[in-house]
């Protein structure tokens, strides 16, 4: 009884009379009874920044699906997709709209019109509050008297609508307007954003995309081995920082590196020209893409790079396993099984041809000692990135919104897997000694992680989260990877491709039983089995094979349908988005992205098809969802107080 006064005279301090507290619980009971907002689903980005804008500009279809919930039949289908490129990308549009001559005076009257119908029905599933605070500060009383007004009944109050409308359109504003609608159009569309992992490699833009989501309203992120190894460099790990320079010089992502975070290249660069001057590094050129540079002697210069920080990452990884042998990677030590002098490899028994022998730092005697020019190089790489603002700004907003796992709305969201043994039990992983499994591992695990981060230089703990984070990366057992190994070494020094197969844990075996998700949906603290899901990425799915994202009768969606341009190939397709809306959840298939002034010449519609996955007619409510059970928490509290106040418990 005692603390529970201590806590409603705190309560207390903010309502401090019955009219306060009996608004307050007035105004959580009316927000319990608004829709459930939109949450919108995104996995597996690698970089792929315009992509990646125009899902979220489009809010996967749900823009152009408001805007024929509002206009039907009304709008031919080109106006209405139009309509969606201005509300997508407004001053591009406008602009490409001027050139065409087609901004007149009544185009801007009826199209402010059109787009506050728009902003009205997306706007109907919050307060006036949030709305309000949601509008620009310059014109919110304008486009709230709008949208308030616009569907007056009598003539008045249309005479006064149209008066501002033209006032607008006269003192010049009405672009200003239209950019301010838009935004605030897609900026309440979507309540949640979920960022399902991997945001890193591959794509030249991942430092883009950080910058537009350390900007945006709402949103989490569940850790992919991609963001991970990222995350451990910026940390200070020397093995996570080879392995983030040897991923960008593979797909030549220099931008991300050079011109988002500033990383000083020339240590790396000097030393393999003059390491690797006569080696033309043929099996070490960038992989082919539309952002690979065409002029040859960047690409051989990049080549060279390549090889010498694969080589330095090779002796790092050993020092890391060396360390760890509760990691189990020793079979990933390959330097030291190498017959110099024929050429060859002996992996298993087994002797393989290499497909490159020049392997200048490396010494049969002790070939996992870096040489002191290695050790230089290195050191200088990790002060780089451990020196990096904006790096550490990407960082700190990656741990603030992010984590390993989140259970959301009775969705268990998570990059990779749950390692499992081959009979579907729960896999144990040795973490500092100890072995966990389930959901009590990835905790420790993130445990460690934000101790590598942030810990203090003398905590022995920071020097074994690094060392962690890298297992993380790679490692059979780890949660966002999952895989046996990382075939790294084989795919460039062996042309044998059975020794590049990376099998995949028990988990992506098993993962379409349904007995399987659920028991896994259990051990994250998920008892309402009806309407759970799994929802993750990291494999991408190939629809052109037939195979489909949905798994174990609906309990797991895989999203990951290859966002990348590398993996359009092999998927067919360009990546799936999930949207979870009052009404159930929906499947976007995507087609590849060609550009945004294609987005803009021609409407915003690169979805391949939707897919219902869930669908109910009772409209899910927020007193439905984990928000609502915080609220209902809430006005019980309140309605103690209430009660305090009426009995003079408290004055």
């Not at 152009?64 to 201005?86: H, S, T, W």
């Not at 014109?139 to 008045?156: D, Q, V």
């Amino acid at each position: 009884m005692e603390r529970s006064m201590e806590y409603l005279q705190l309560l207390a301090g903010n309502f401090p009379t019955i009219a306060a507290a009996s608004t307050e619980i007035i105004n959580l009971e009316a927000i319990l009874n608004l829709p459930k907002g939109t949450e919108h689903f995104v996995t597996d980005i690698h970089g792929e920044y315009d992509a990646f804008d125009y899902v979220l500009r489009s809010a996967s279809g749900v823009i152009k699906q408001k805007i024929d919930a509002v206009f039907g039949d009304e709008l031919p289908e080109a106006e209405k997709r139009e309509l969606c490129a201005l509300i997508g990308y407004p001053e591009a549009k406008l602009h490409a709209l001027k050139s065409c001559g087609k901004n007149t005076d009544e185009w801007y009257k009826l199209v402010l019109m059109q787009l506050i119908s728009v902003l009205t029905r997306v706007a109907s599933r919050y307060t006036r509050s949030k709305v309000r605070k949601a509008l620009p500060k310059d014109y919110a009383y304008i486009i709230e008297e709008l949208m308030h007004e616009t569907r007056g009944e009598f003539a008045s109050k249309q005479n006064y609508v149209r008066a501002i409308v033209d006032t607008i359109v006269l003192t010049g504003r009405a672009d200003h307007f239209i950019t301010a609608i838009s935004d605030v159009t897609r900026d309440l569309v979507i309540d949640q954003l979920h960022i399902i992992g991997d945001i890193y490699d591959r794509g030249p833009g991942a430092h883009r995309i950080m910058d537009m989501l350390c900007q945006y309203r709402d949103f989490d992120i569940q850790w992919g081995n991609h963001d991970i190894v990222w995350m451990g460099a910026a940390a200070g790990s020397a093995a996570c920082v080879a392995n983030v320079l040897r991923n960008s010089l593979k797909y030549a992502d220099m931008s991300t590196l050079e011109d988002g975070y500033g990383i000083n290249l020339l240590p790396l660069a000097t030393f393999a020209i003059e390491t690797y001057a006569d080696d033309p590094c043929t099996v070490f050129l960038p992989v082919k893409s539309d952002d690979t540079p065409a002029d040859v002697p960047q690409i051989r210069l990049m080549s060279q790079m390549h090889k010498a920080i694969a080589i330095i990452q090779f002796k790092l990884e050993a020092a890391v396993i060396a360390r760890h042998p509760e990691f189990r990677m020793e079979d990933r030590n390959m330097l030291d099984h190498i017959d110099f002098e024929k050429g060859t490899i002996r992996l298993k028994g087994v002797d393989y041809e290499l497909t490159d022998t020049n392997f200048p730092t490396v010494g049969p005697a002790d070939p996992y000692r870096l040489s002191a020019s290695e050790q230089n190089v290195i050191d200088r790489l990790v002060h780089s990135f451990t020196s990096s603002t904006s790096l550490a700004r990407h960082m700190n907003c990656l741990f603030n919104r992010g984590s390993l796992y989140l259970v959301y709305n009775n969705n268990l969201l998570y990059h990779g897997s749950v390692p499992l043994n081959e009979d579907g039990t729960l896999a144990g992983m040795q973490v500092n000694g100890e072995v966990y499994k389930g959901r009590k591992l990835f905790d420790t695990i993130e445990k460690f992680v934000r101790t590598a981060y942030f810990g203090t230089e003398d905590d022995p703990l920071k020097d074994y989260g690094r060392d962690l984070i890298w297992y993380l990366w790679c490692g059979p057992v780890s949660p966002p990877f999952d895989k046996q190994c990382m075939a790294t070494f084989e795919r460039y020094f062996i042309a044998d491709k059975s020794t590049h197969v990376e099998n995949k844990g028990n988990y992506y075996r098993l993962k379409n039983r349904r007995d399987i998700c659920e028991m896994i949906l259990r051990e994250f603290g998920i008892e309402d089995l009806e309407h759970a899901h799994i929802i993750n990425g990291h494999i991408p799915v190939k629809a052109s094979q037939g195979e489909s994202p949905i798994k174990a009768d609906g309990r797991l969606l895989v999203i990951d349908g290859g966002f990348s341009k590398v993996y359009h190939e092999q998927t067919g397709i360009a990546g799936y988005t999930l949207i979870y809306n009052s009404h159930g959840l929906r499947l976007v298939r995507h087609r590849p992205f060609e550009s945004v002034s294609d987005s803009i010449d021609h409407g915003m519609d690169v979805i391949a098809d939707t897919q219902i996955v869930e669908y109910t007619e009772r409209q899910i409510l927020v007193r439905d969802t984990d928000k609502g059970k915080r609220l209902m928490a809430r006005v019980e509290d309140l309605k103690e107080l209430l009660t305090a106040y009426r009995t003079g418990l408290l004055r």
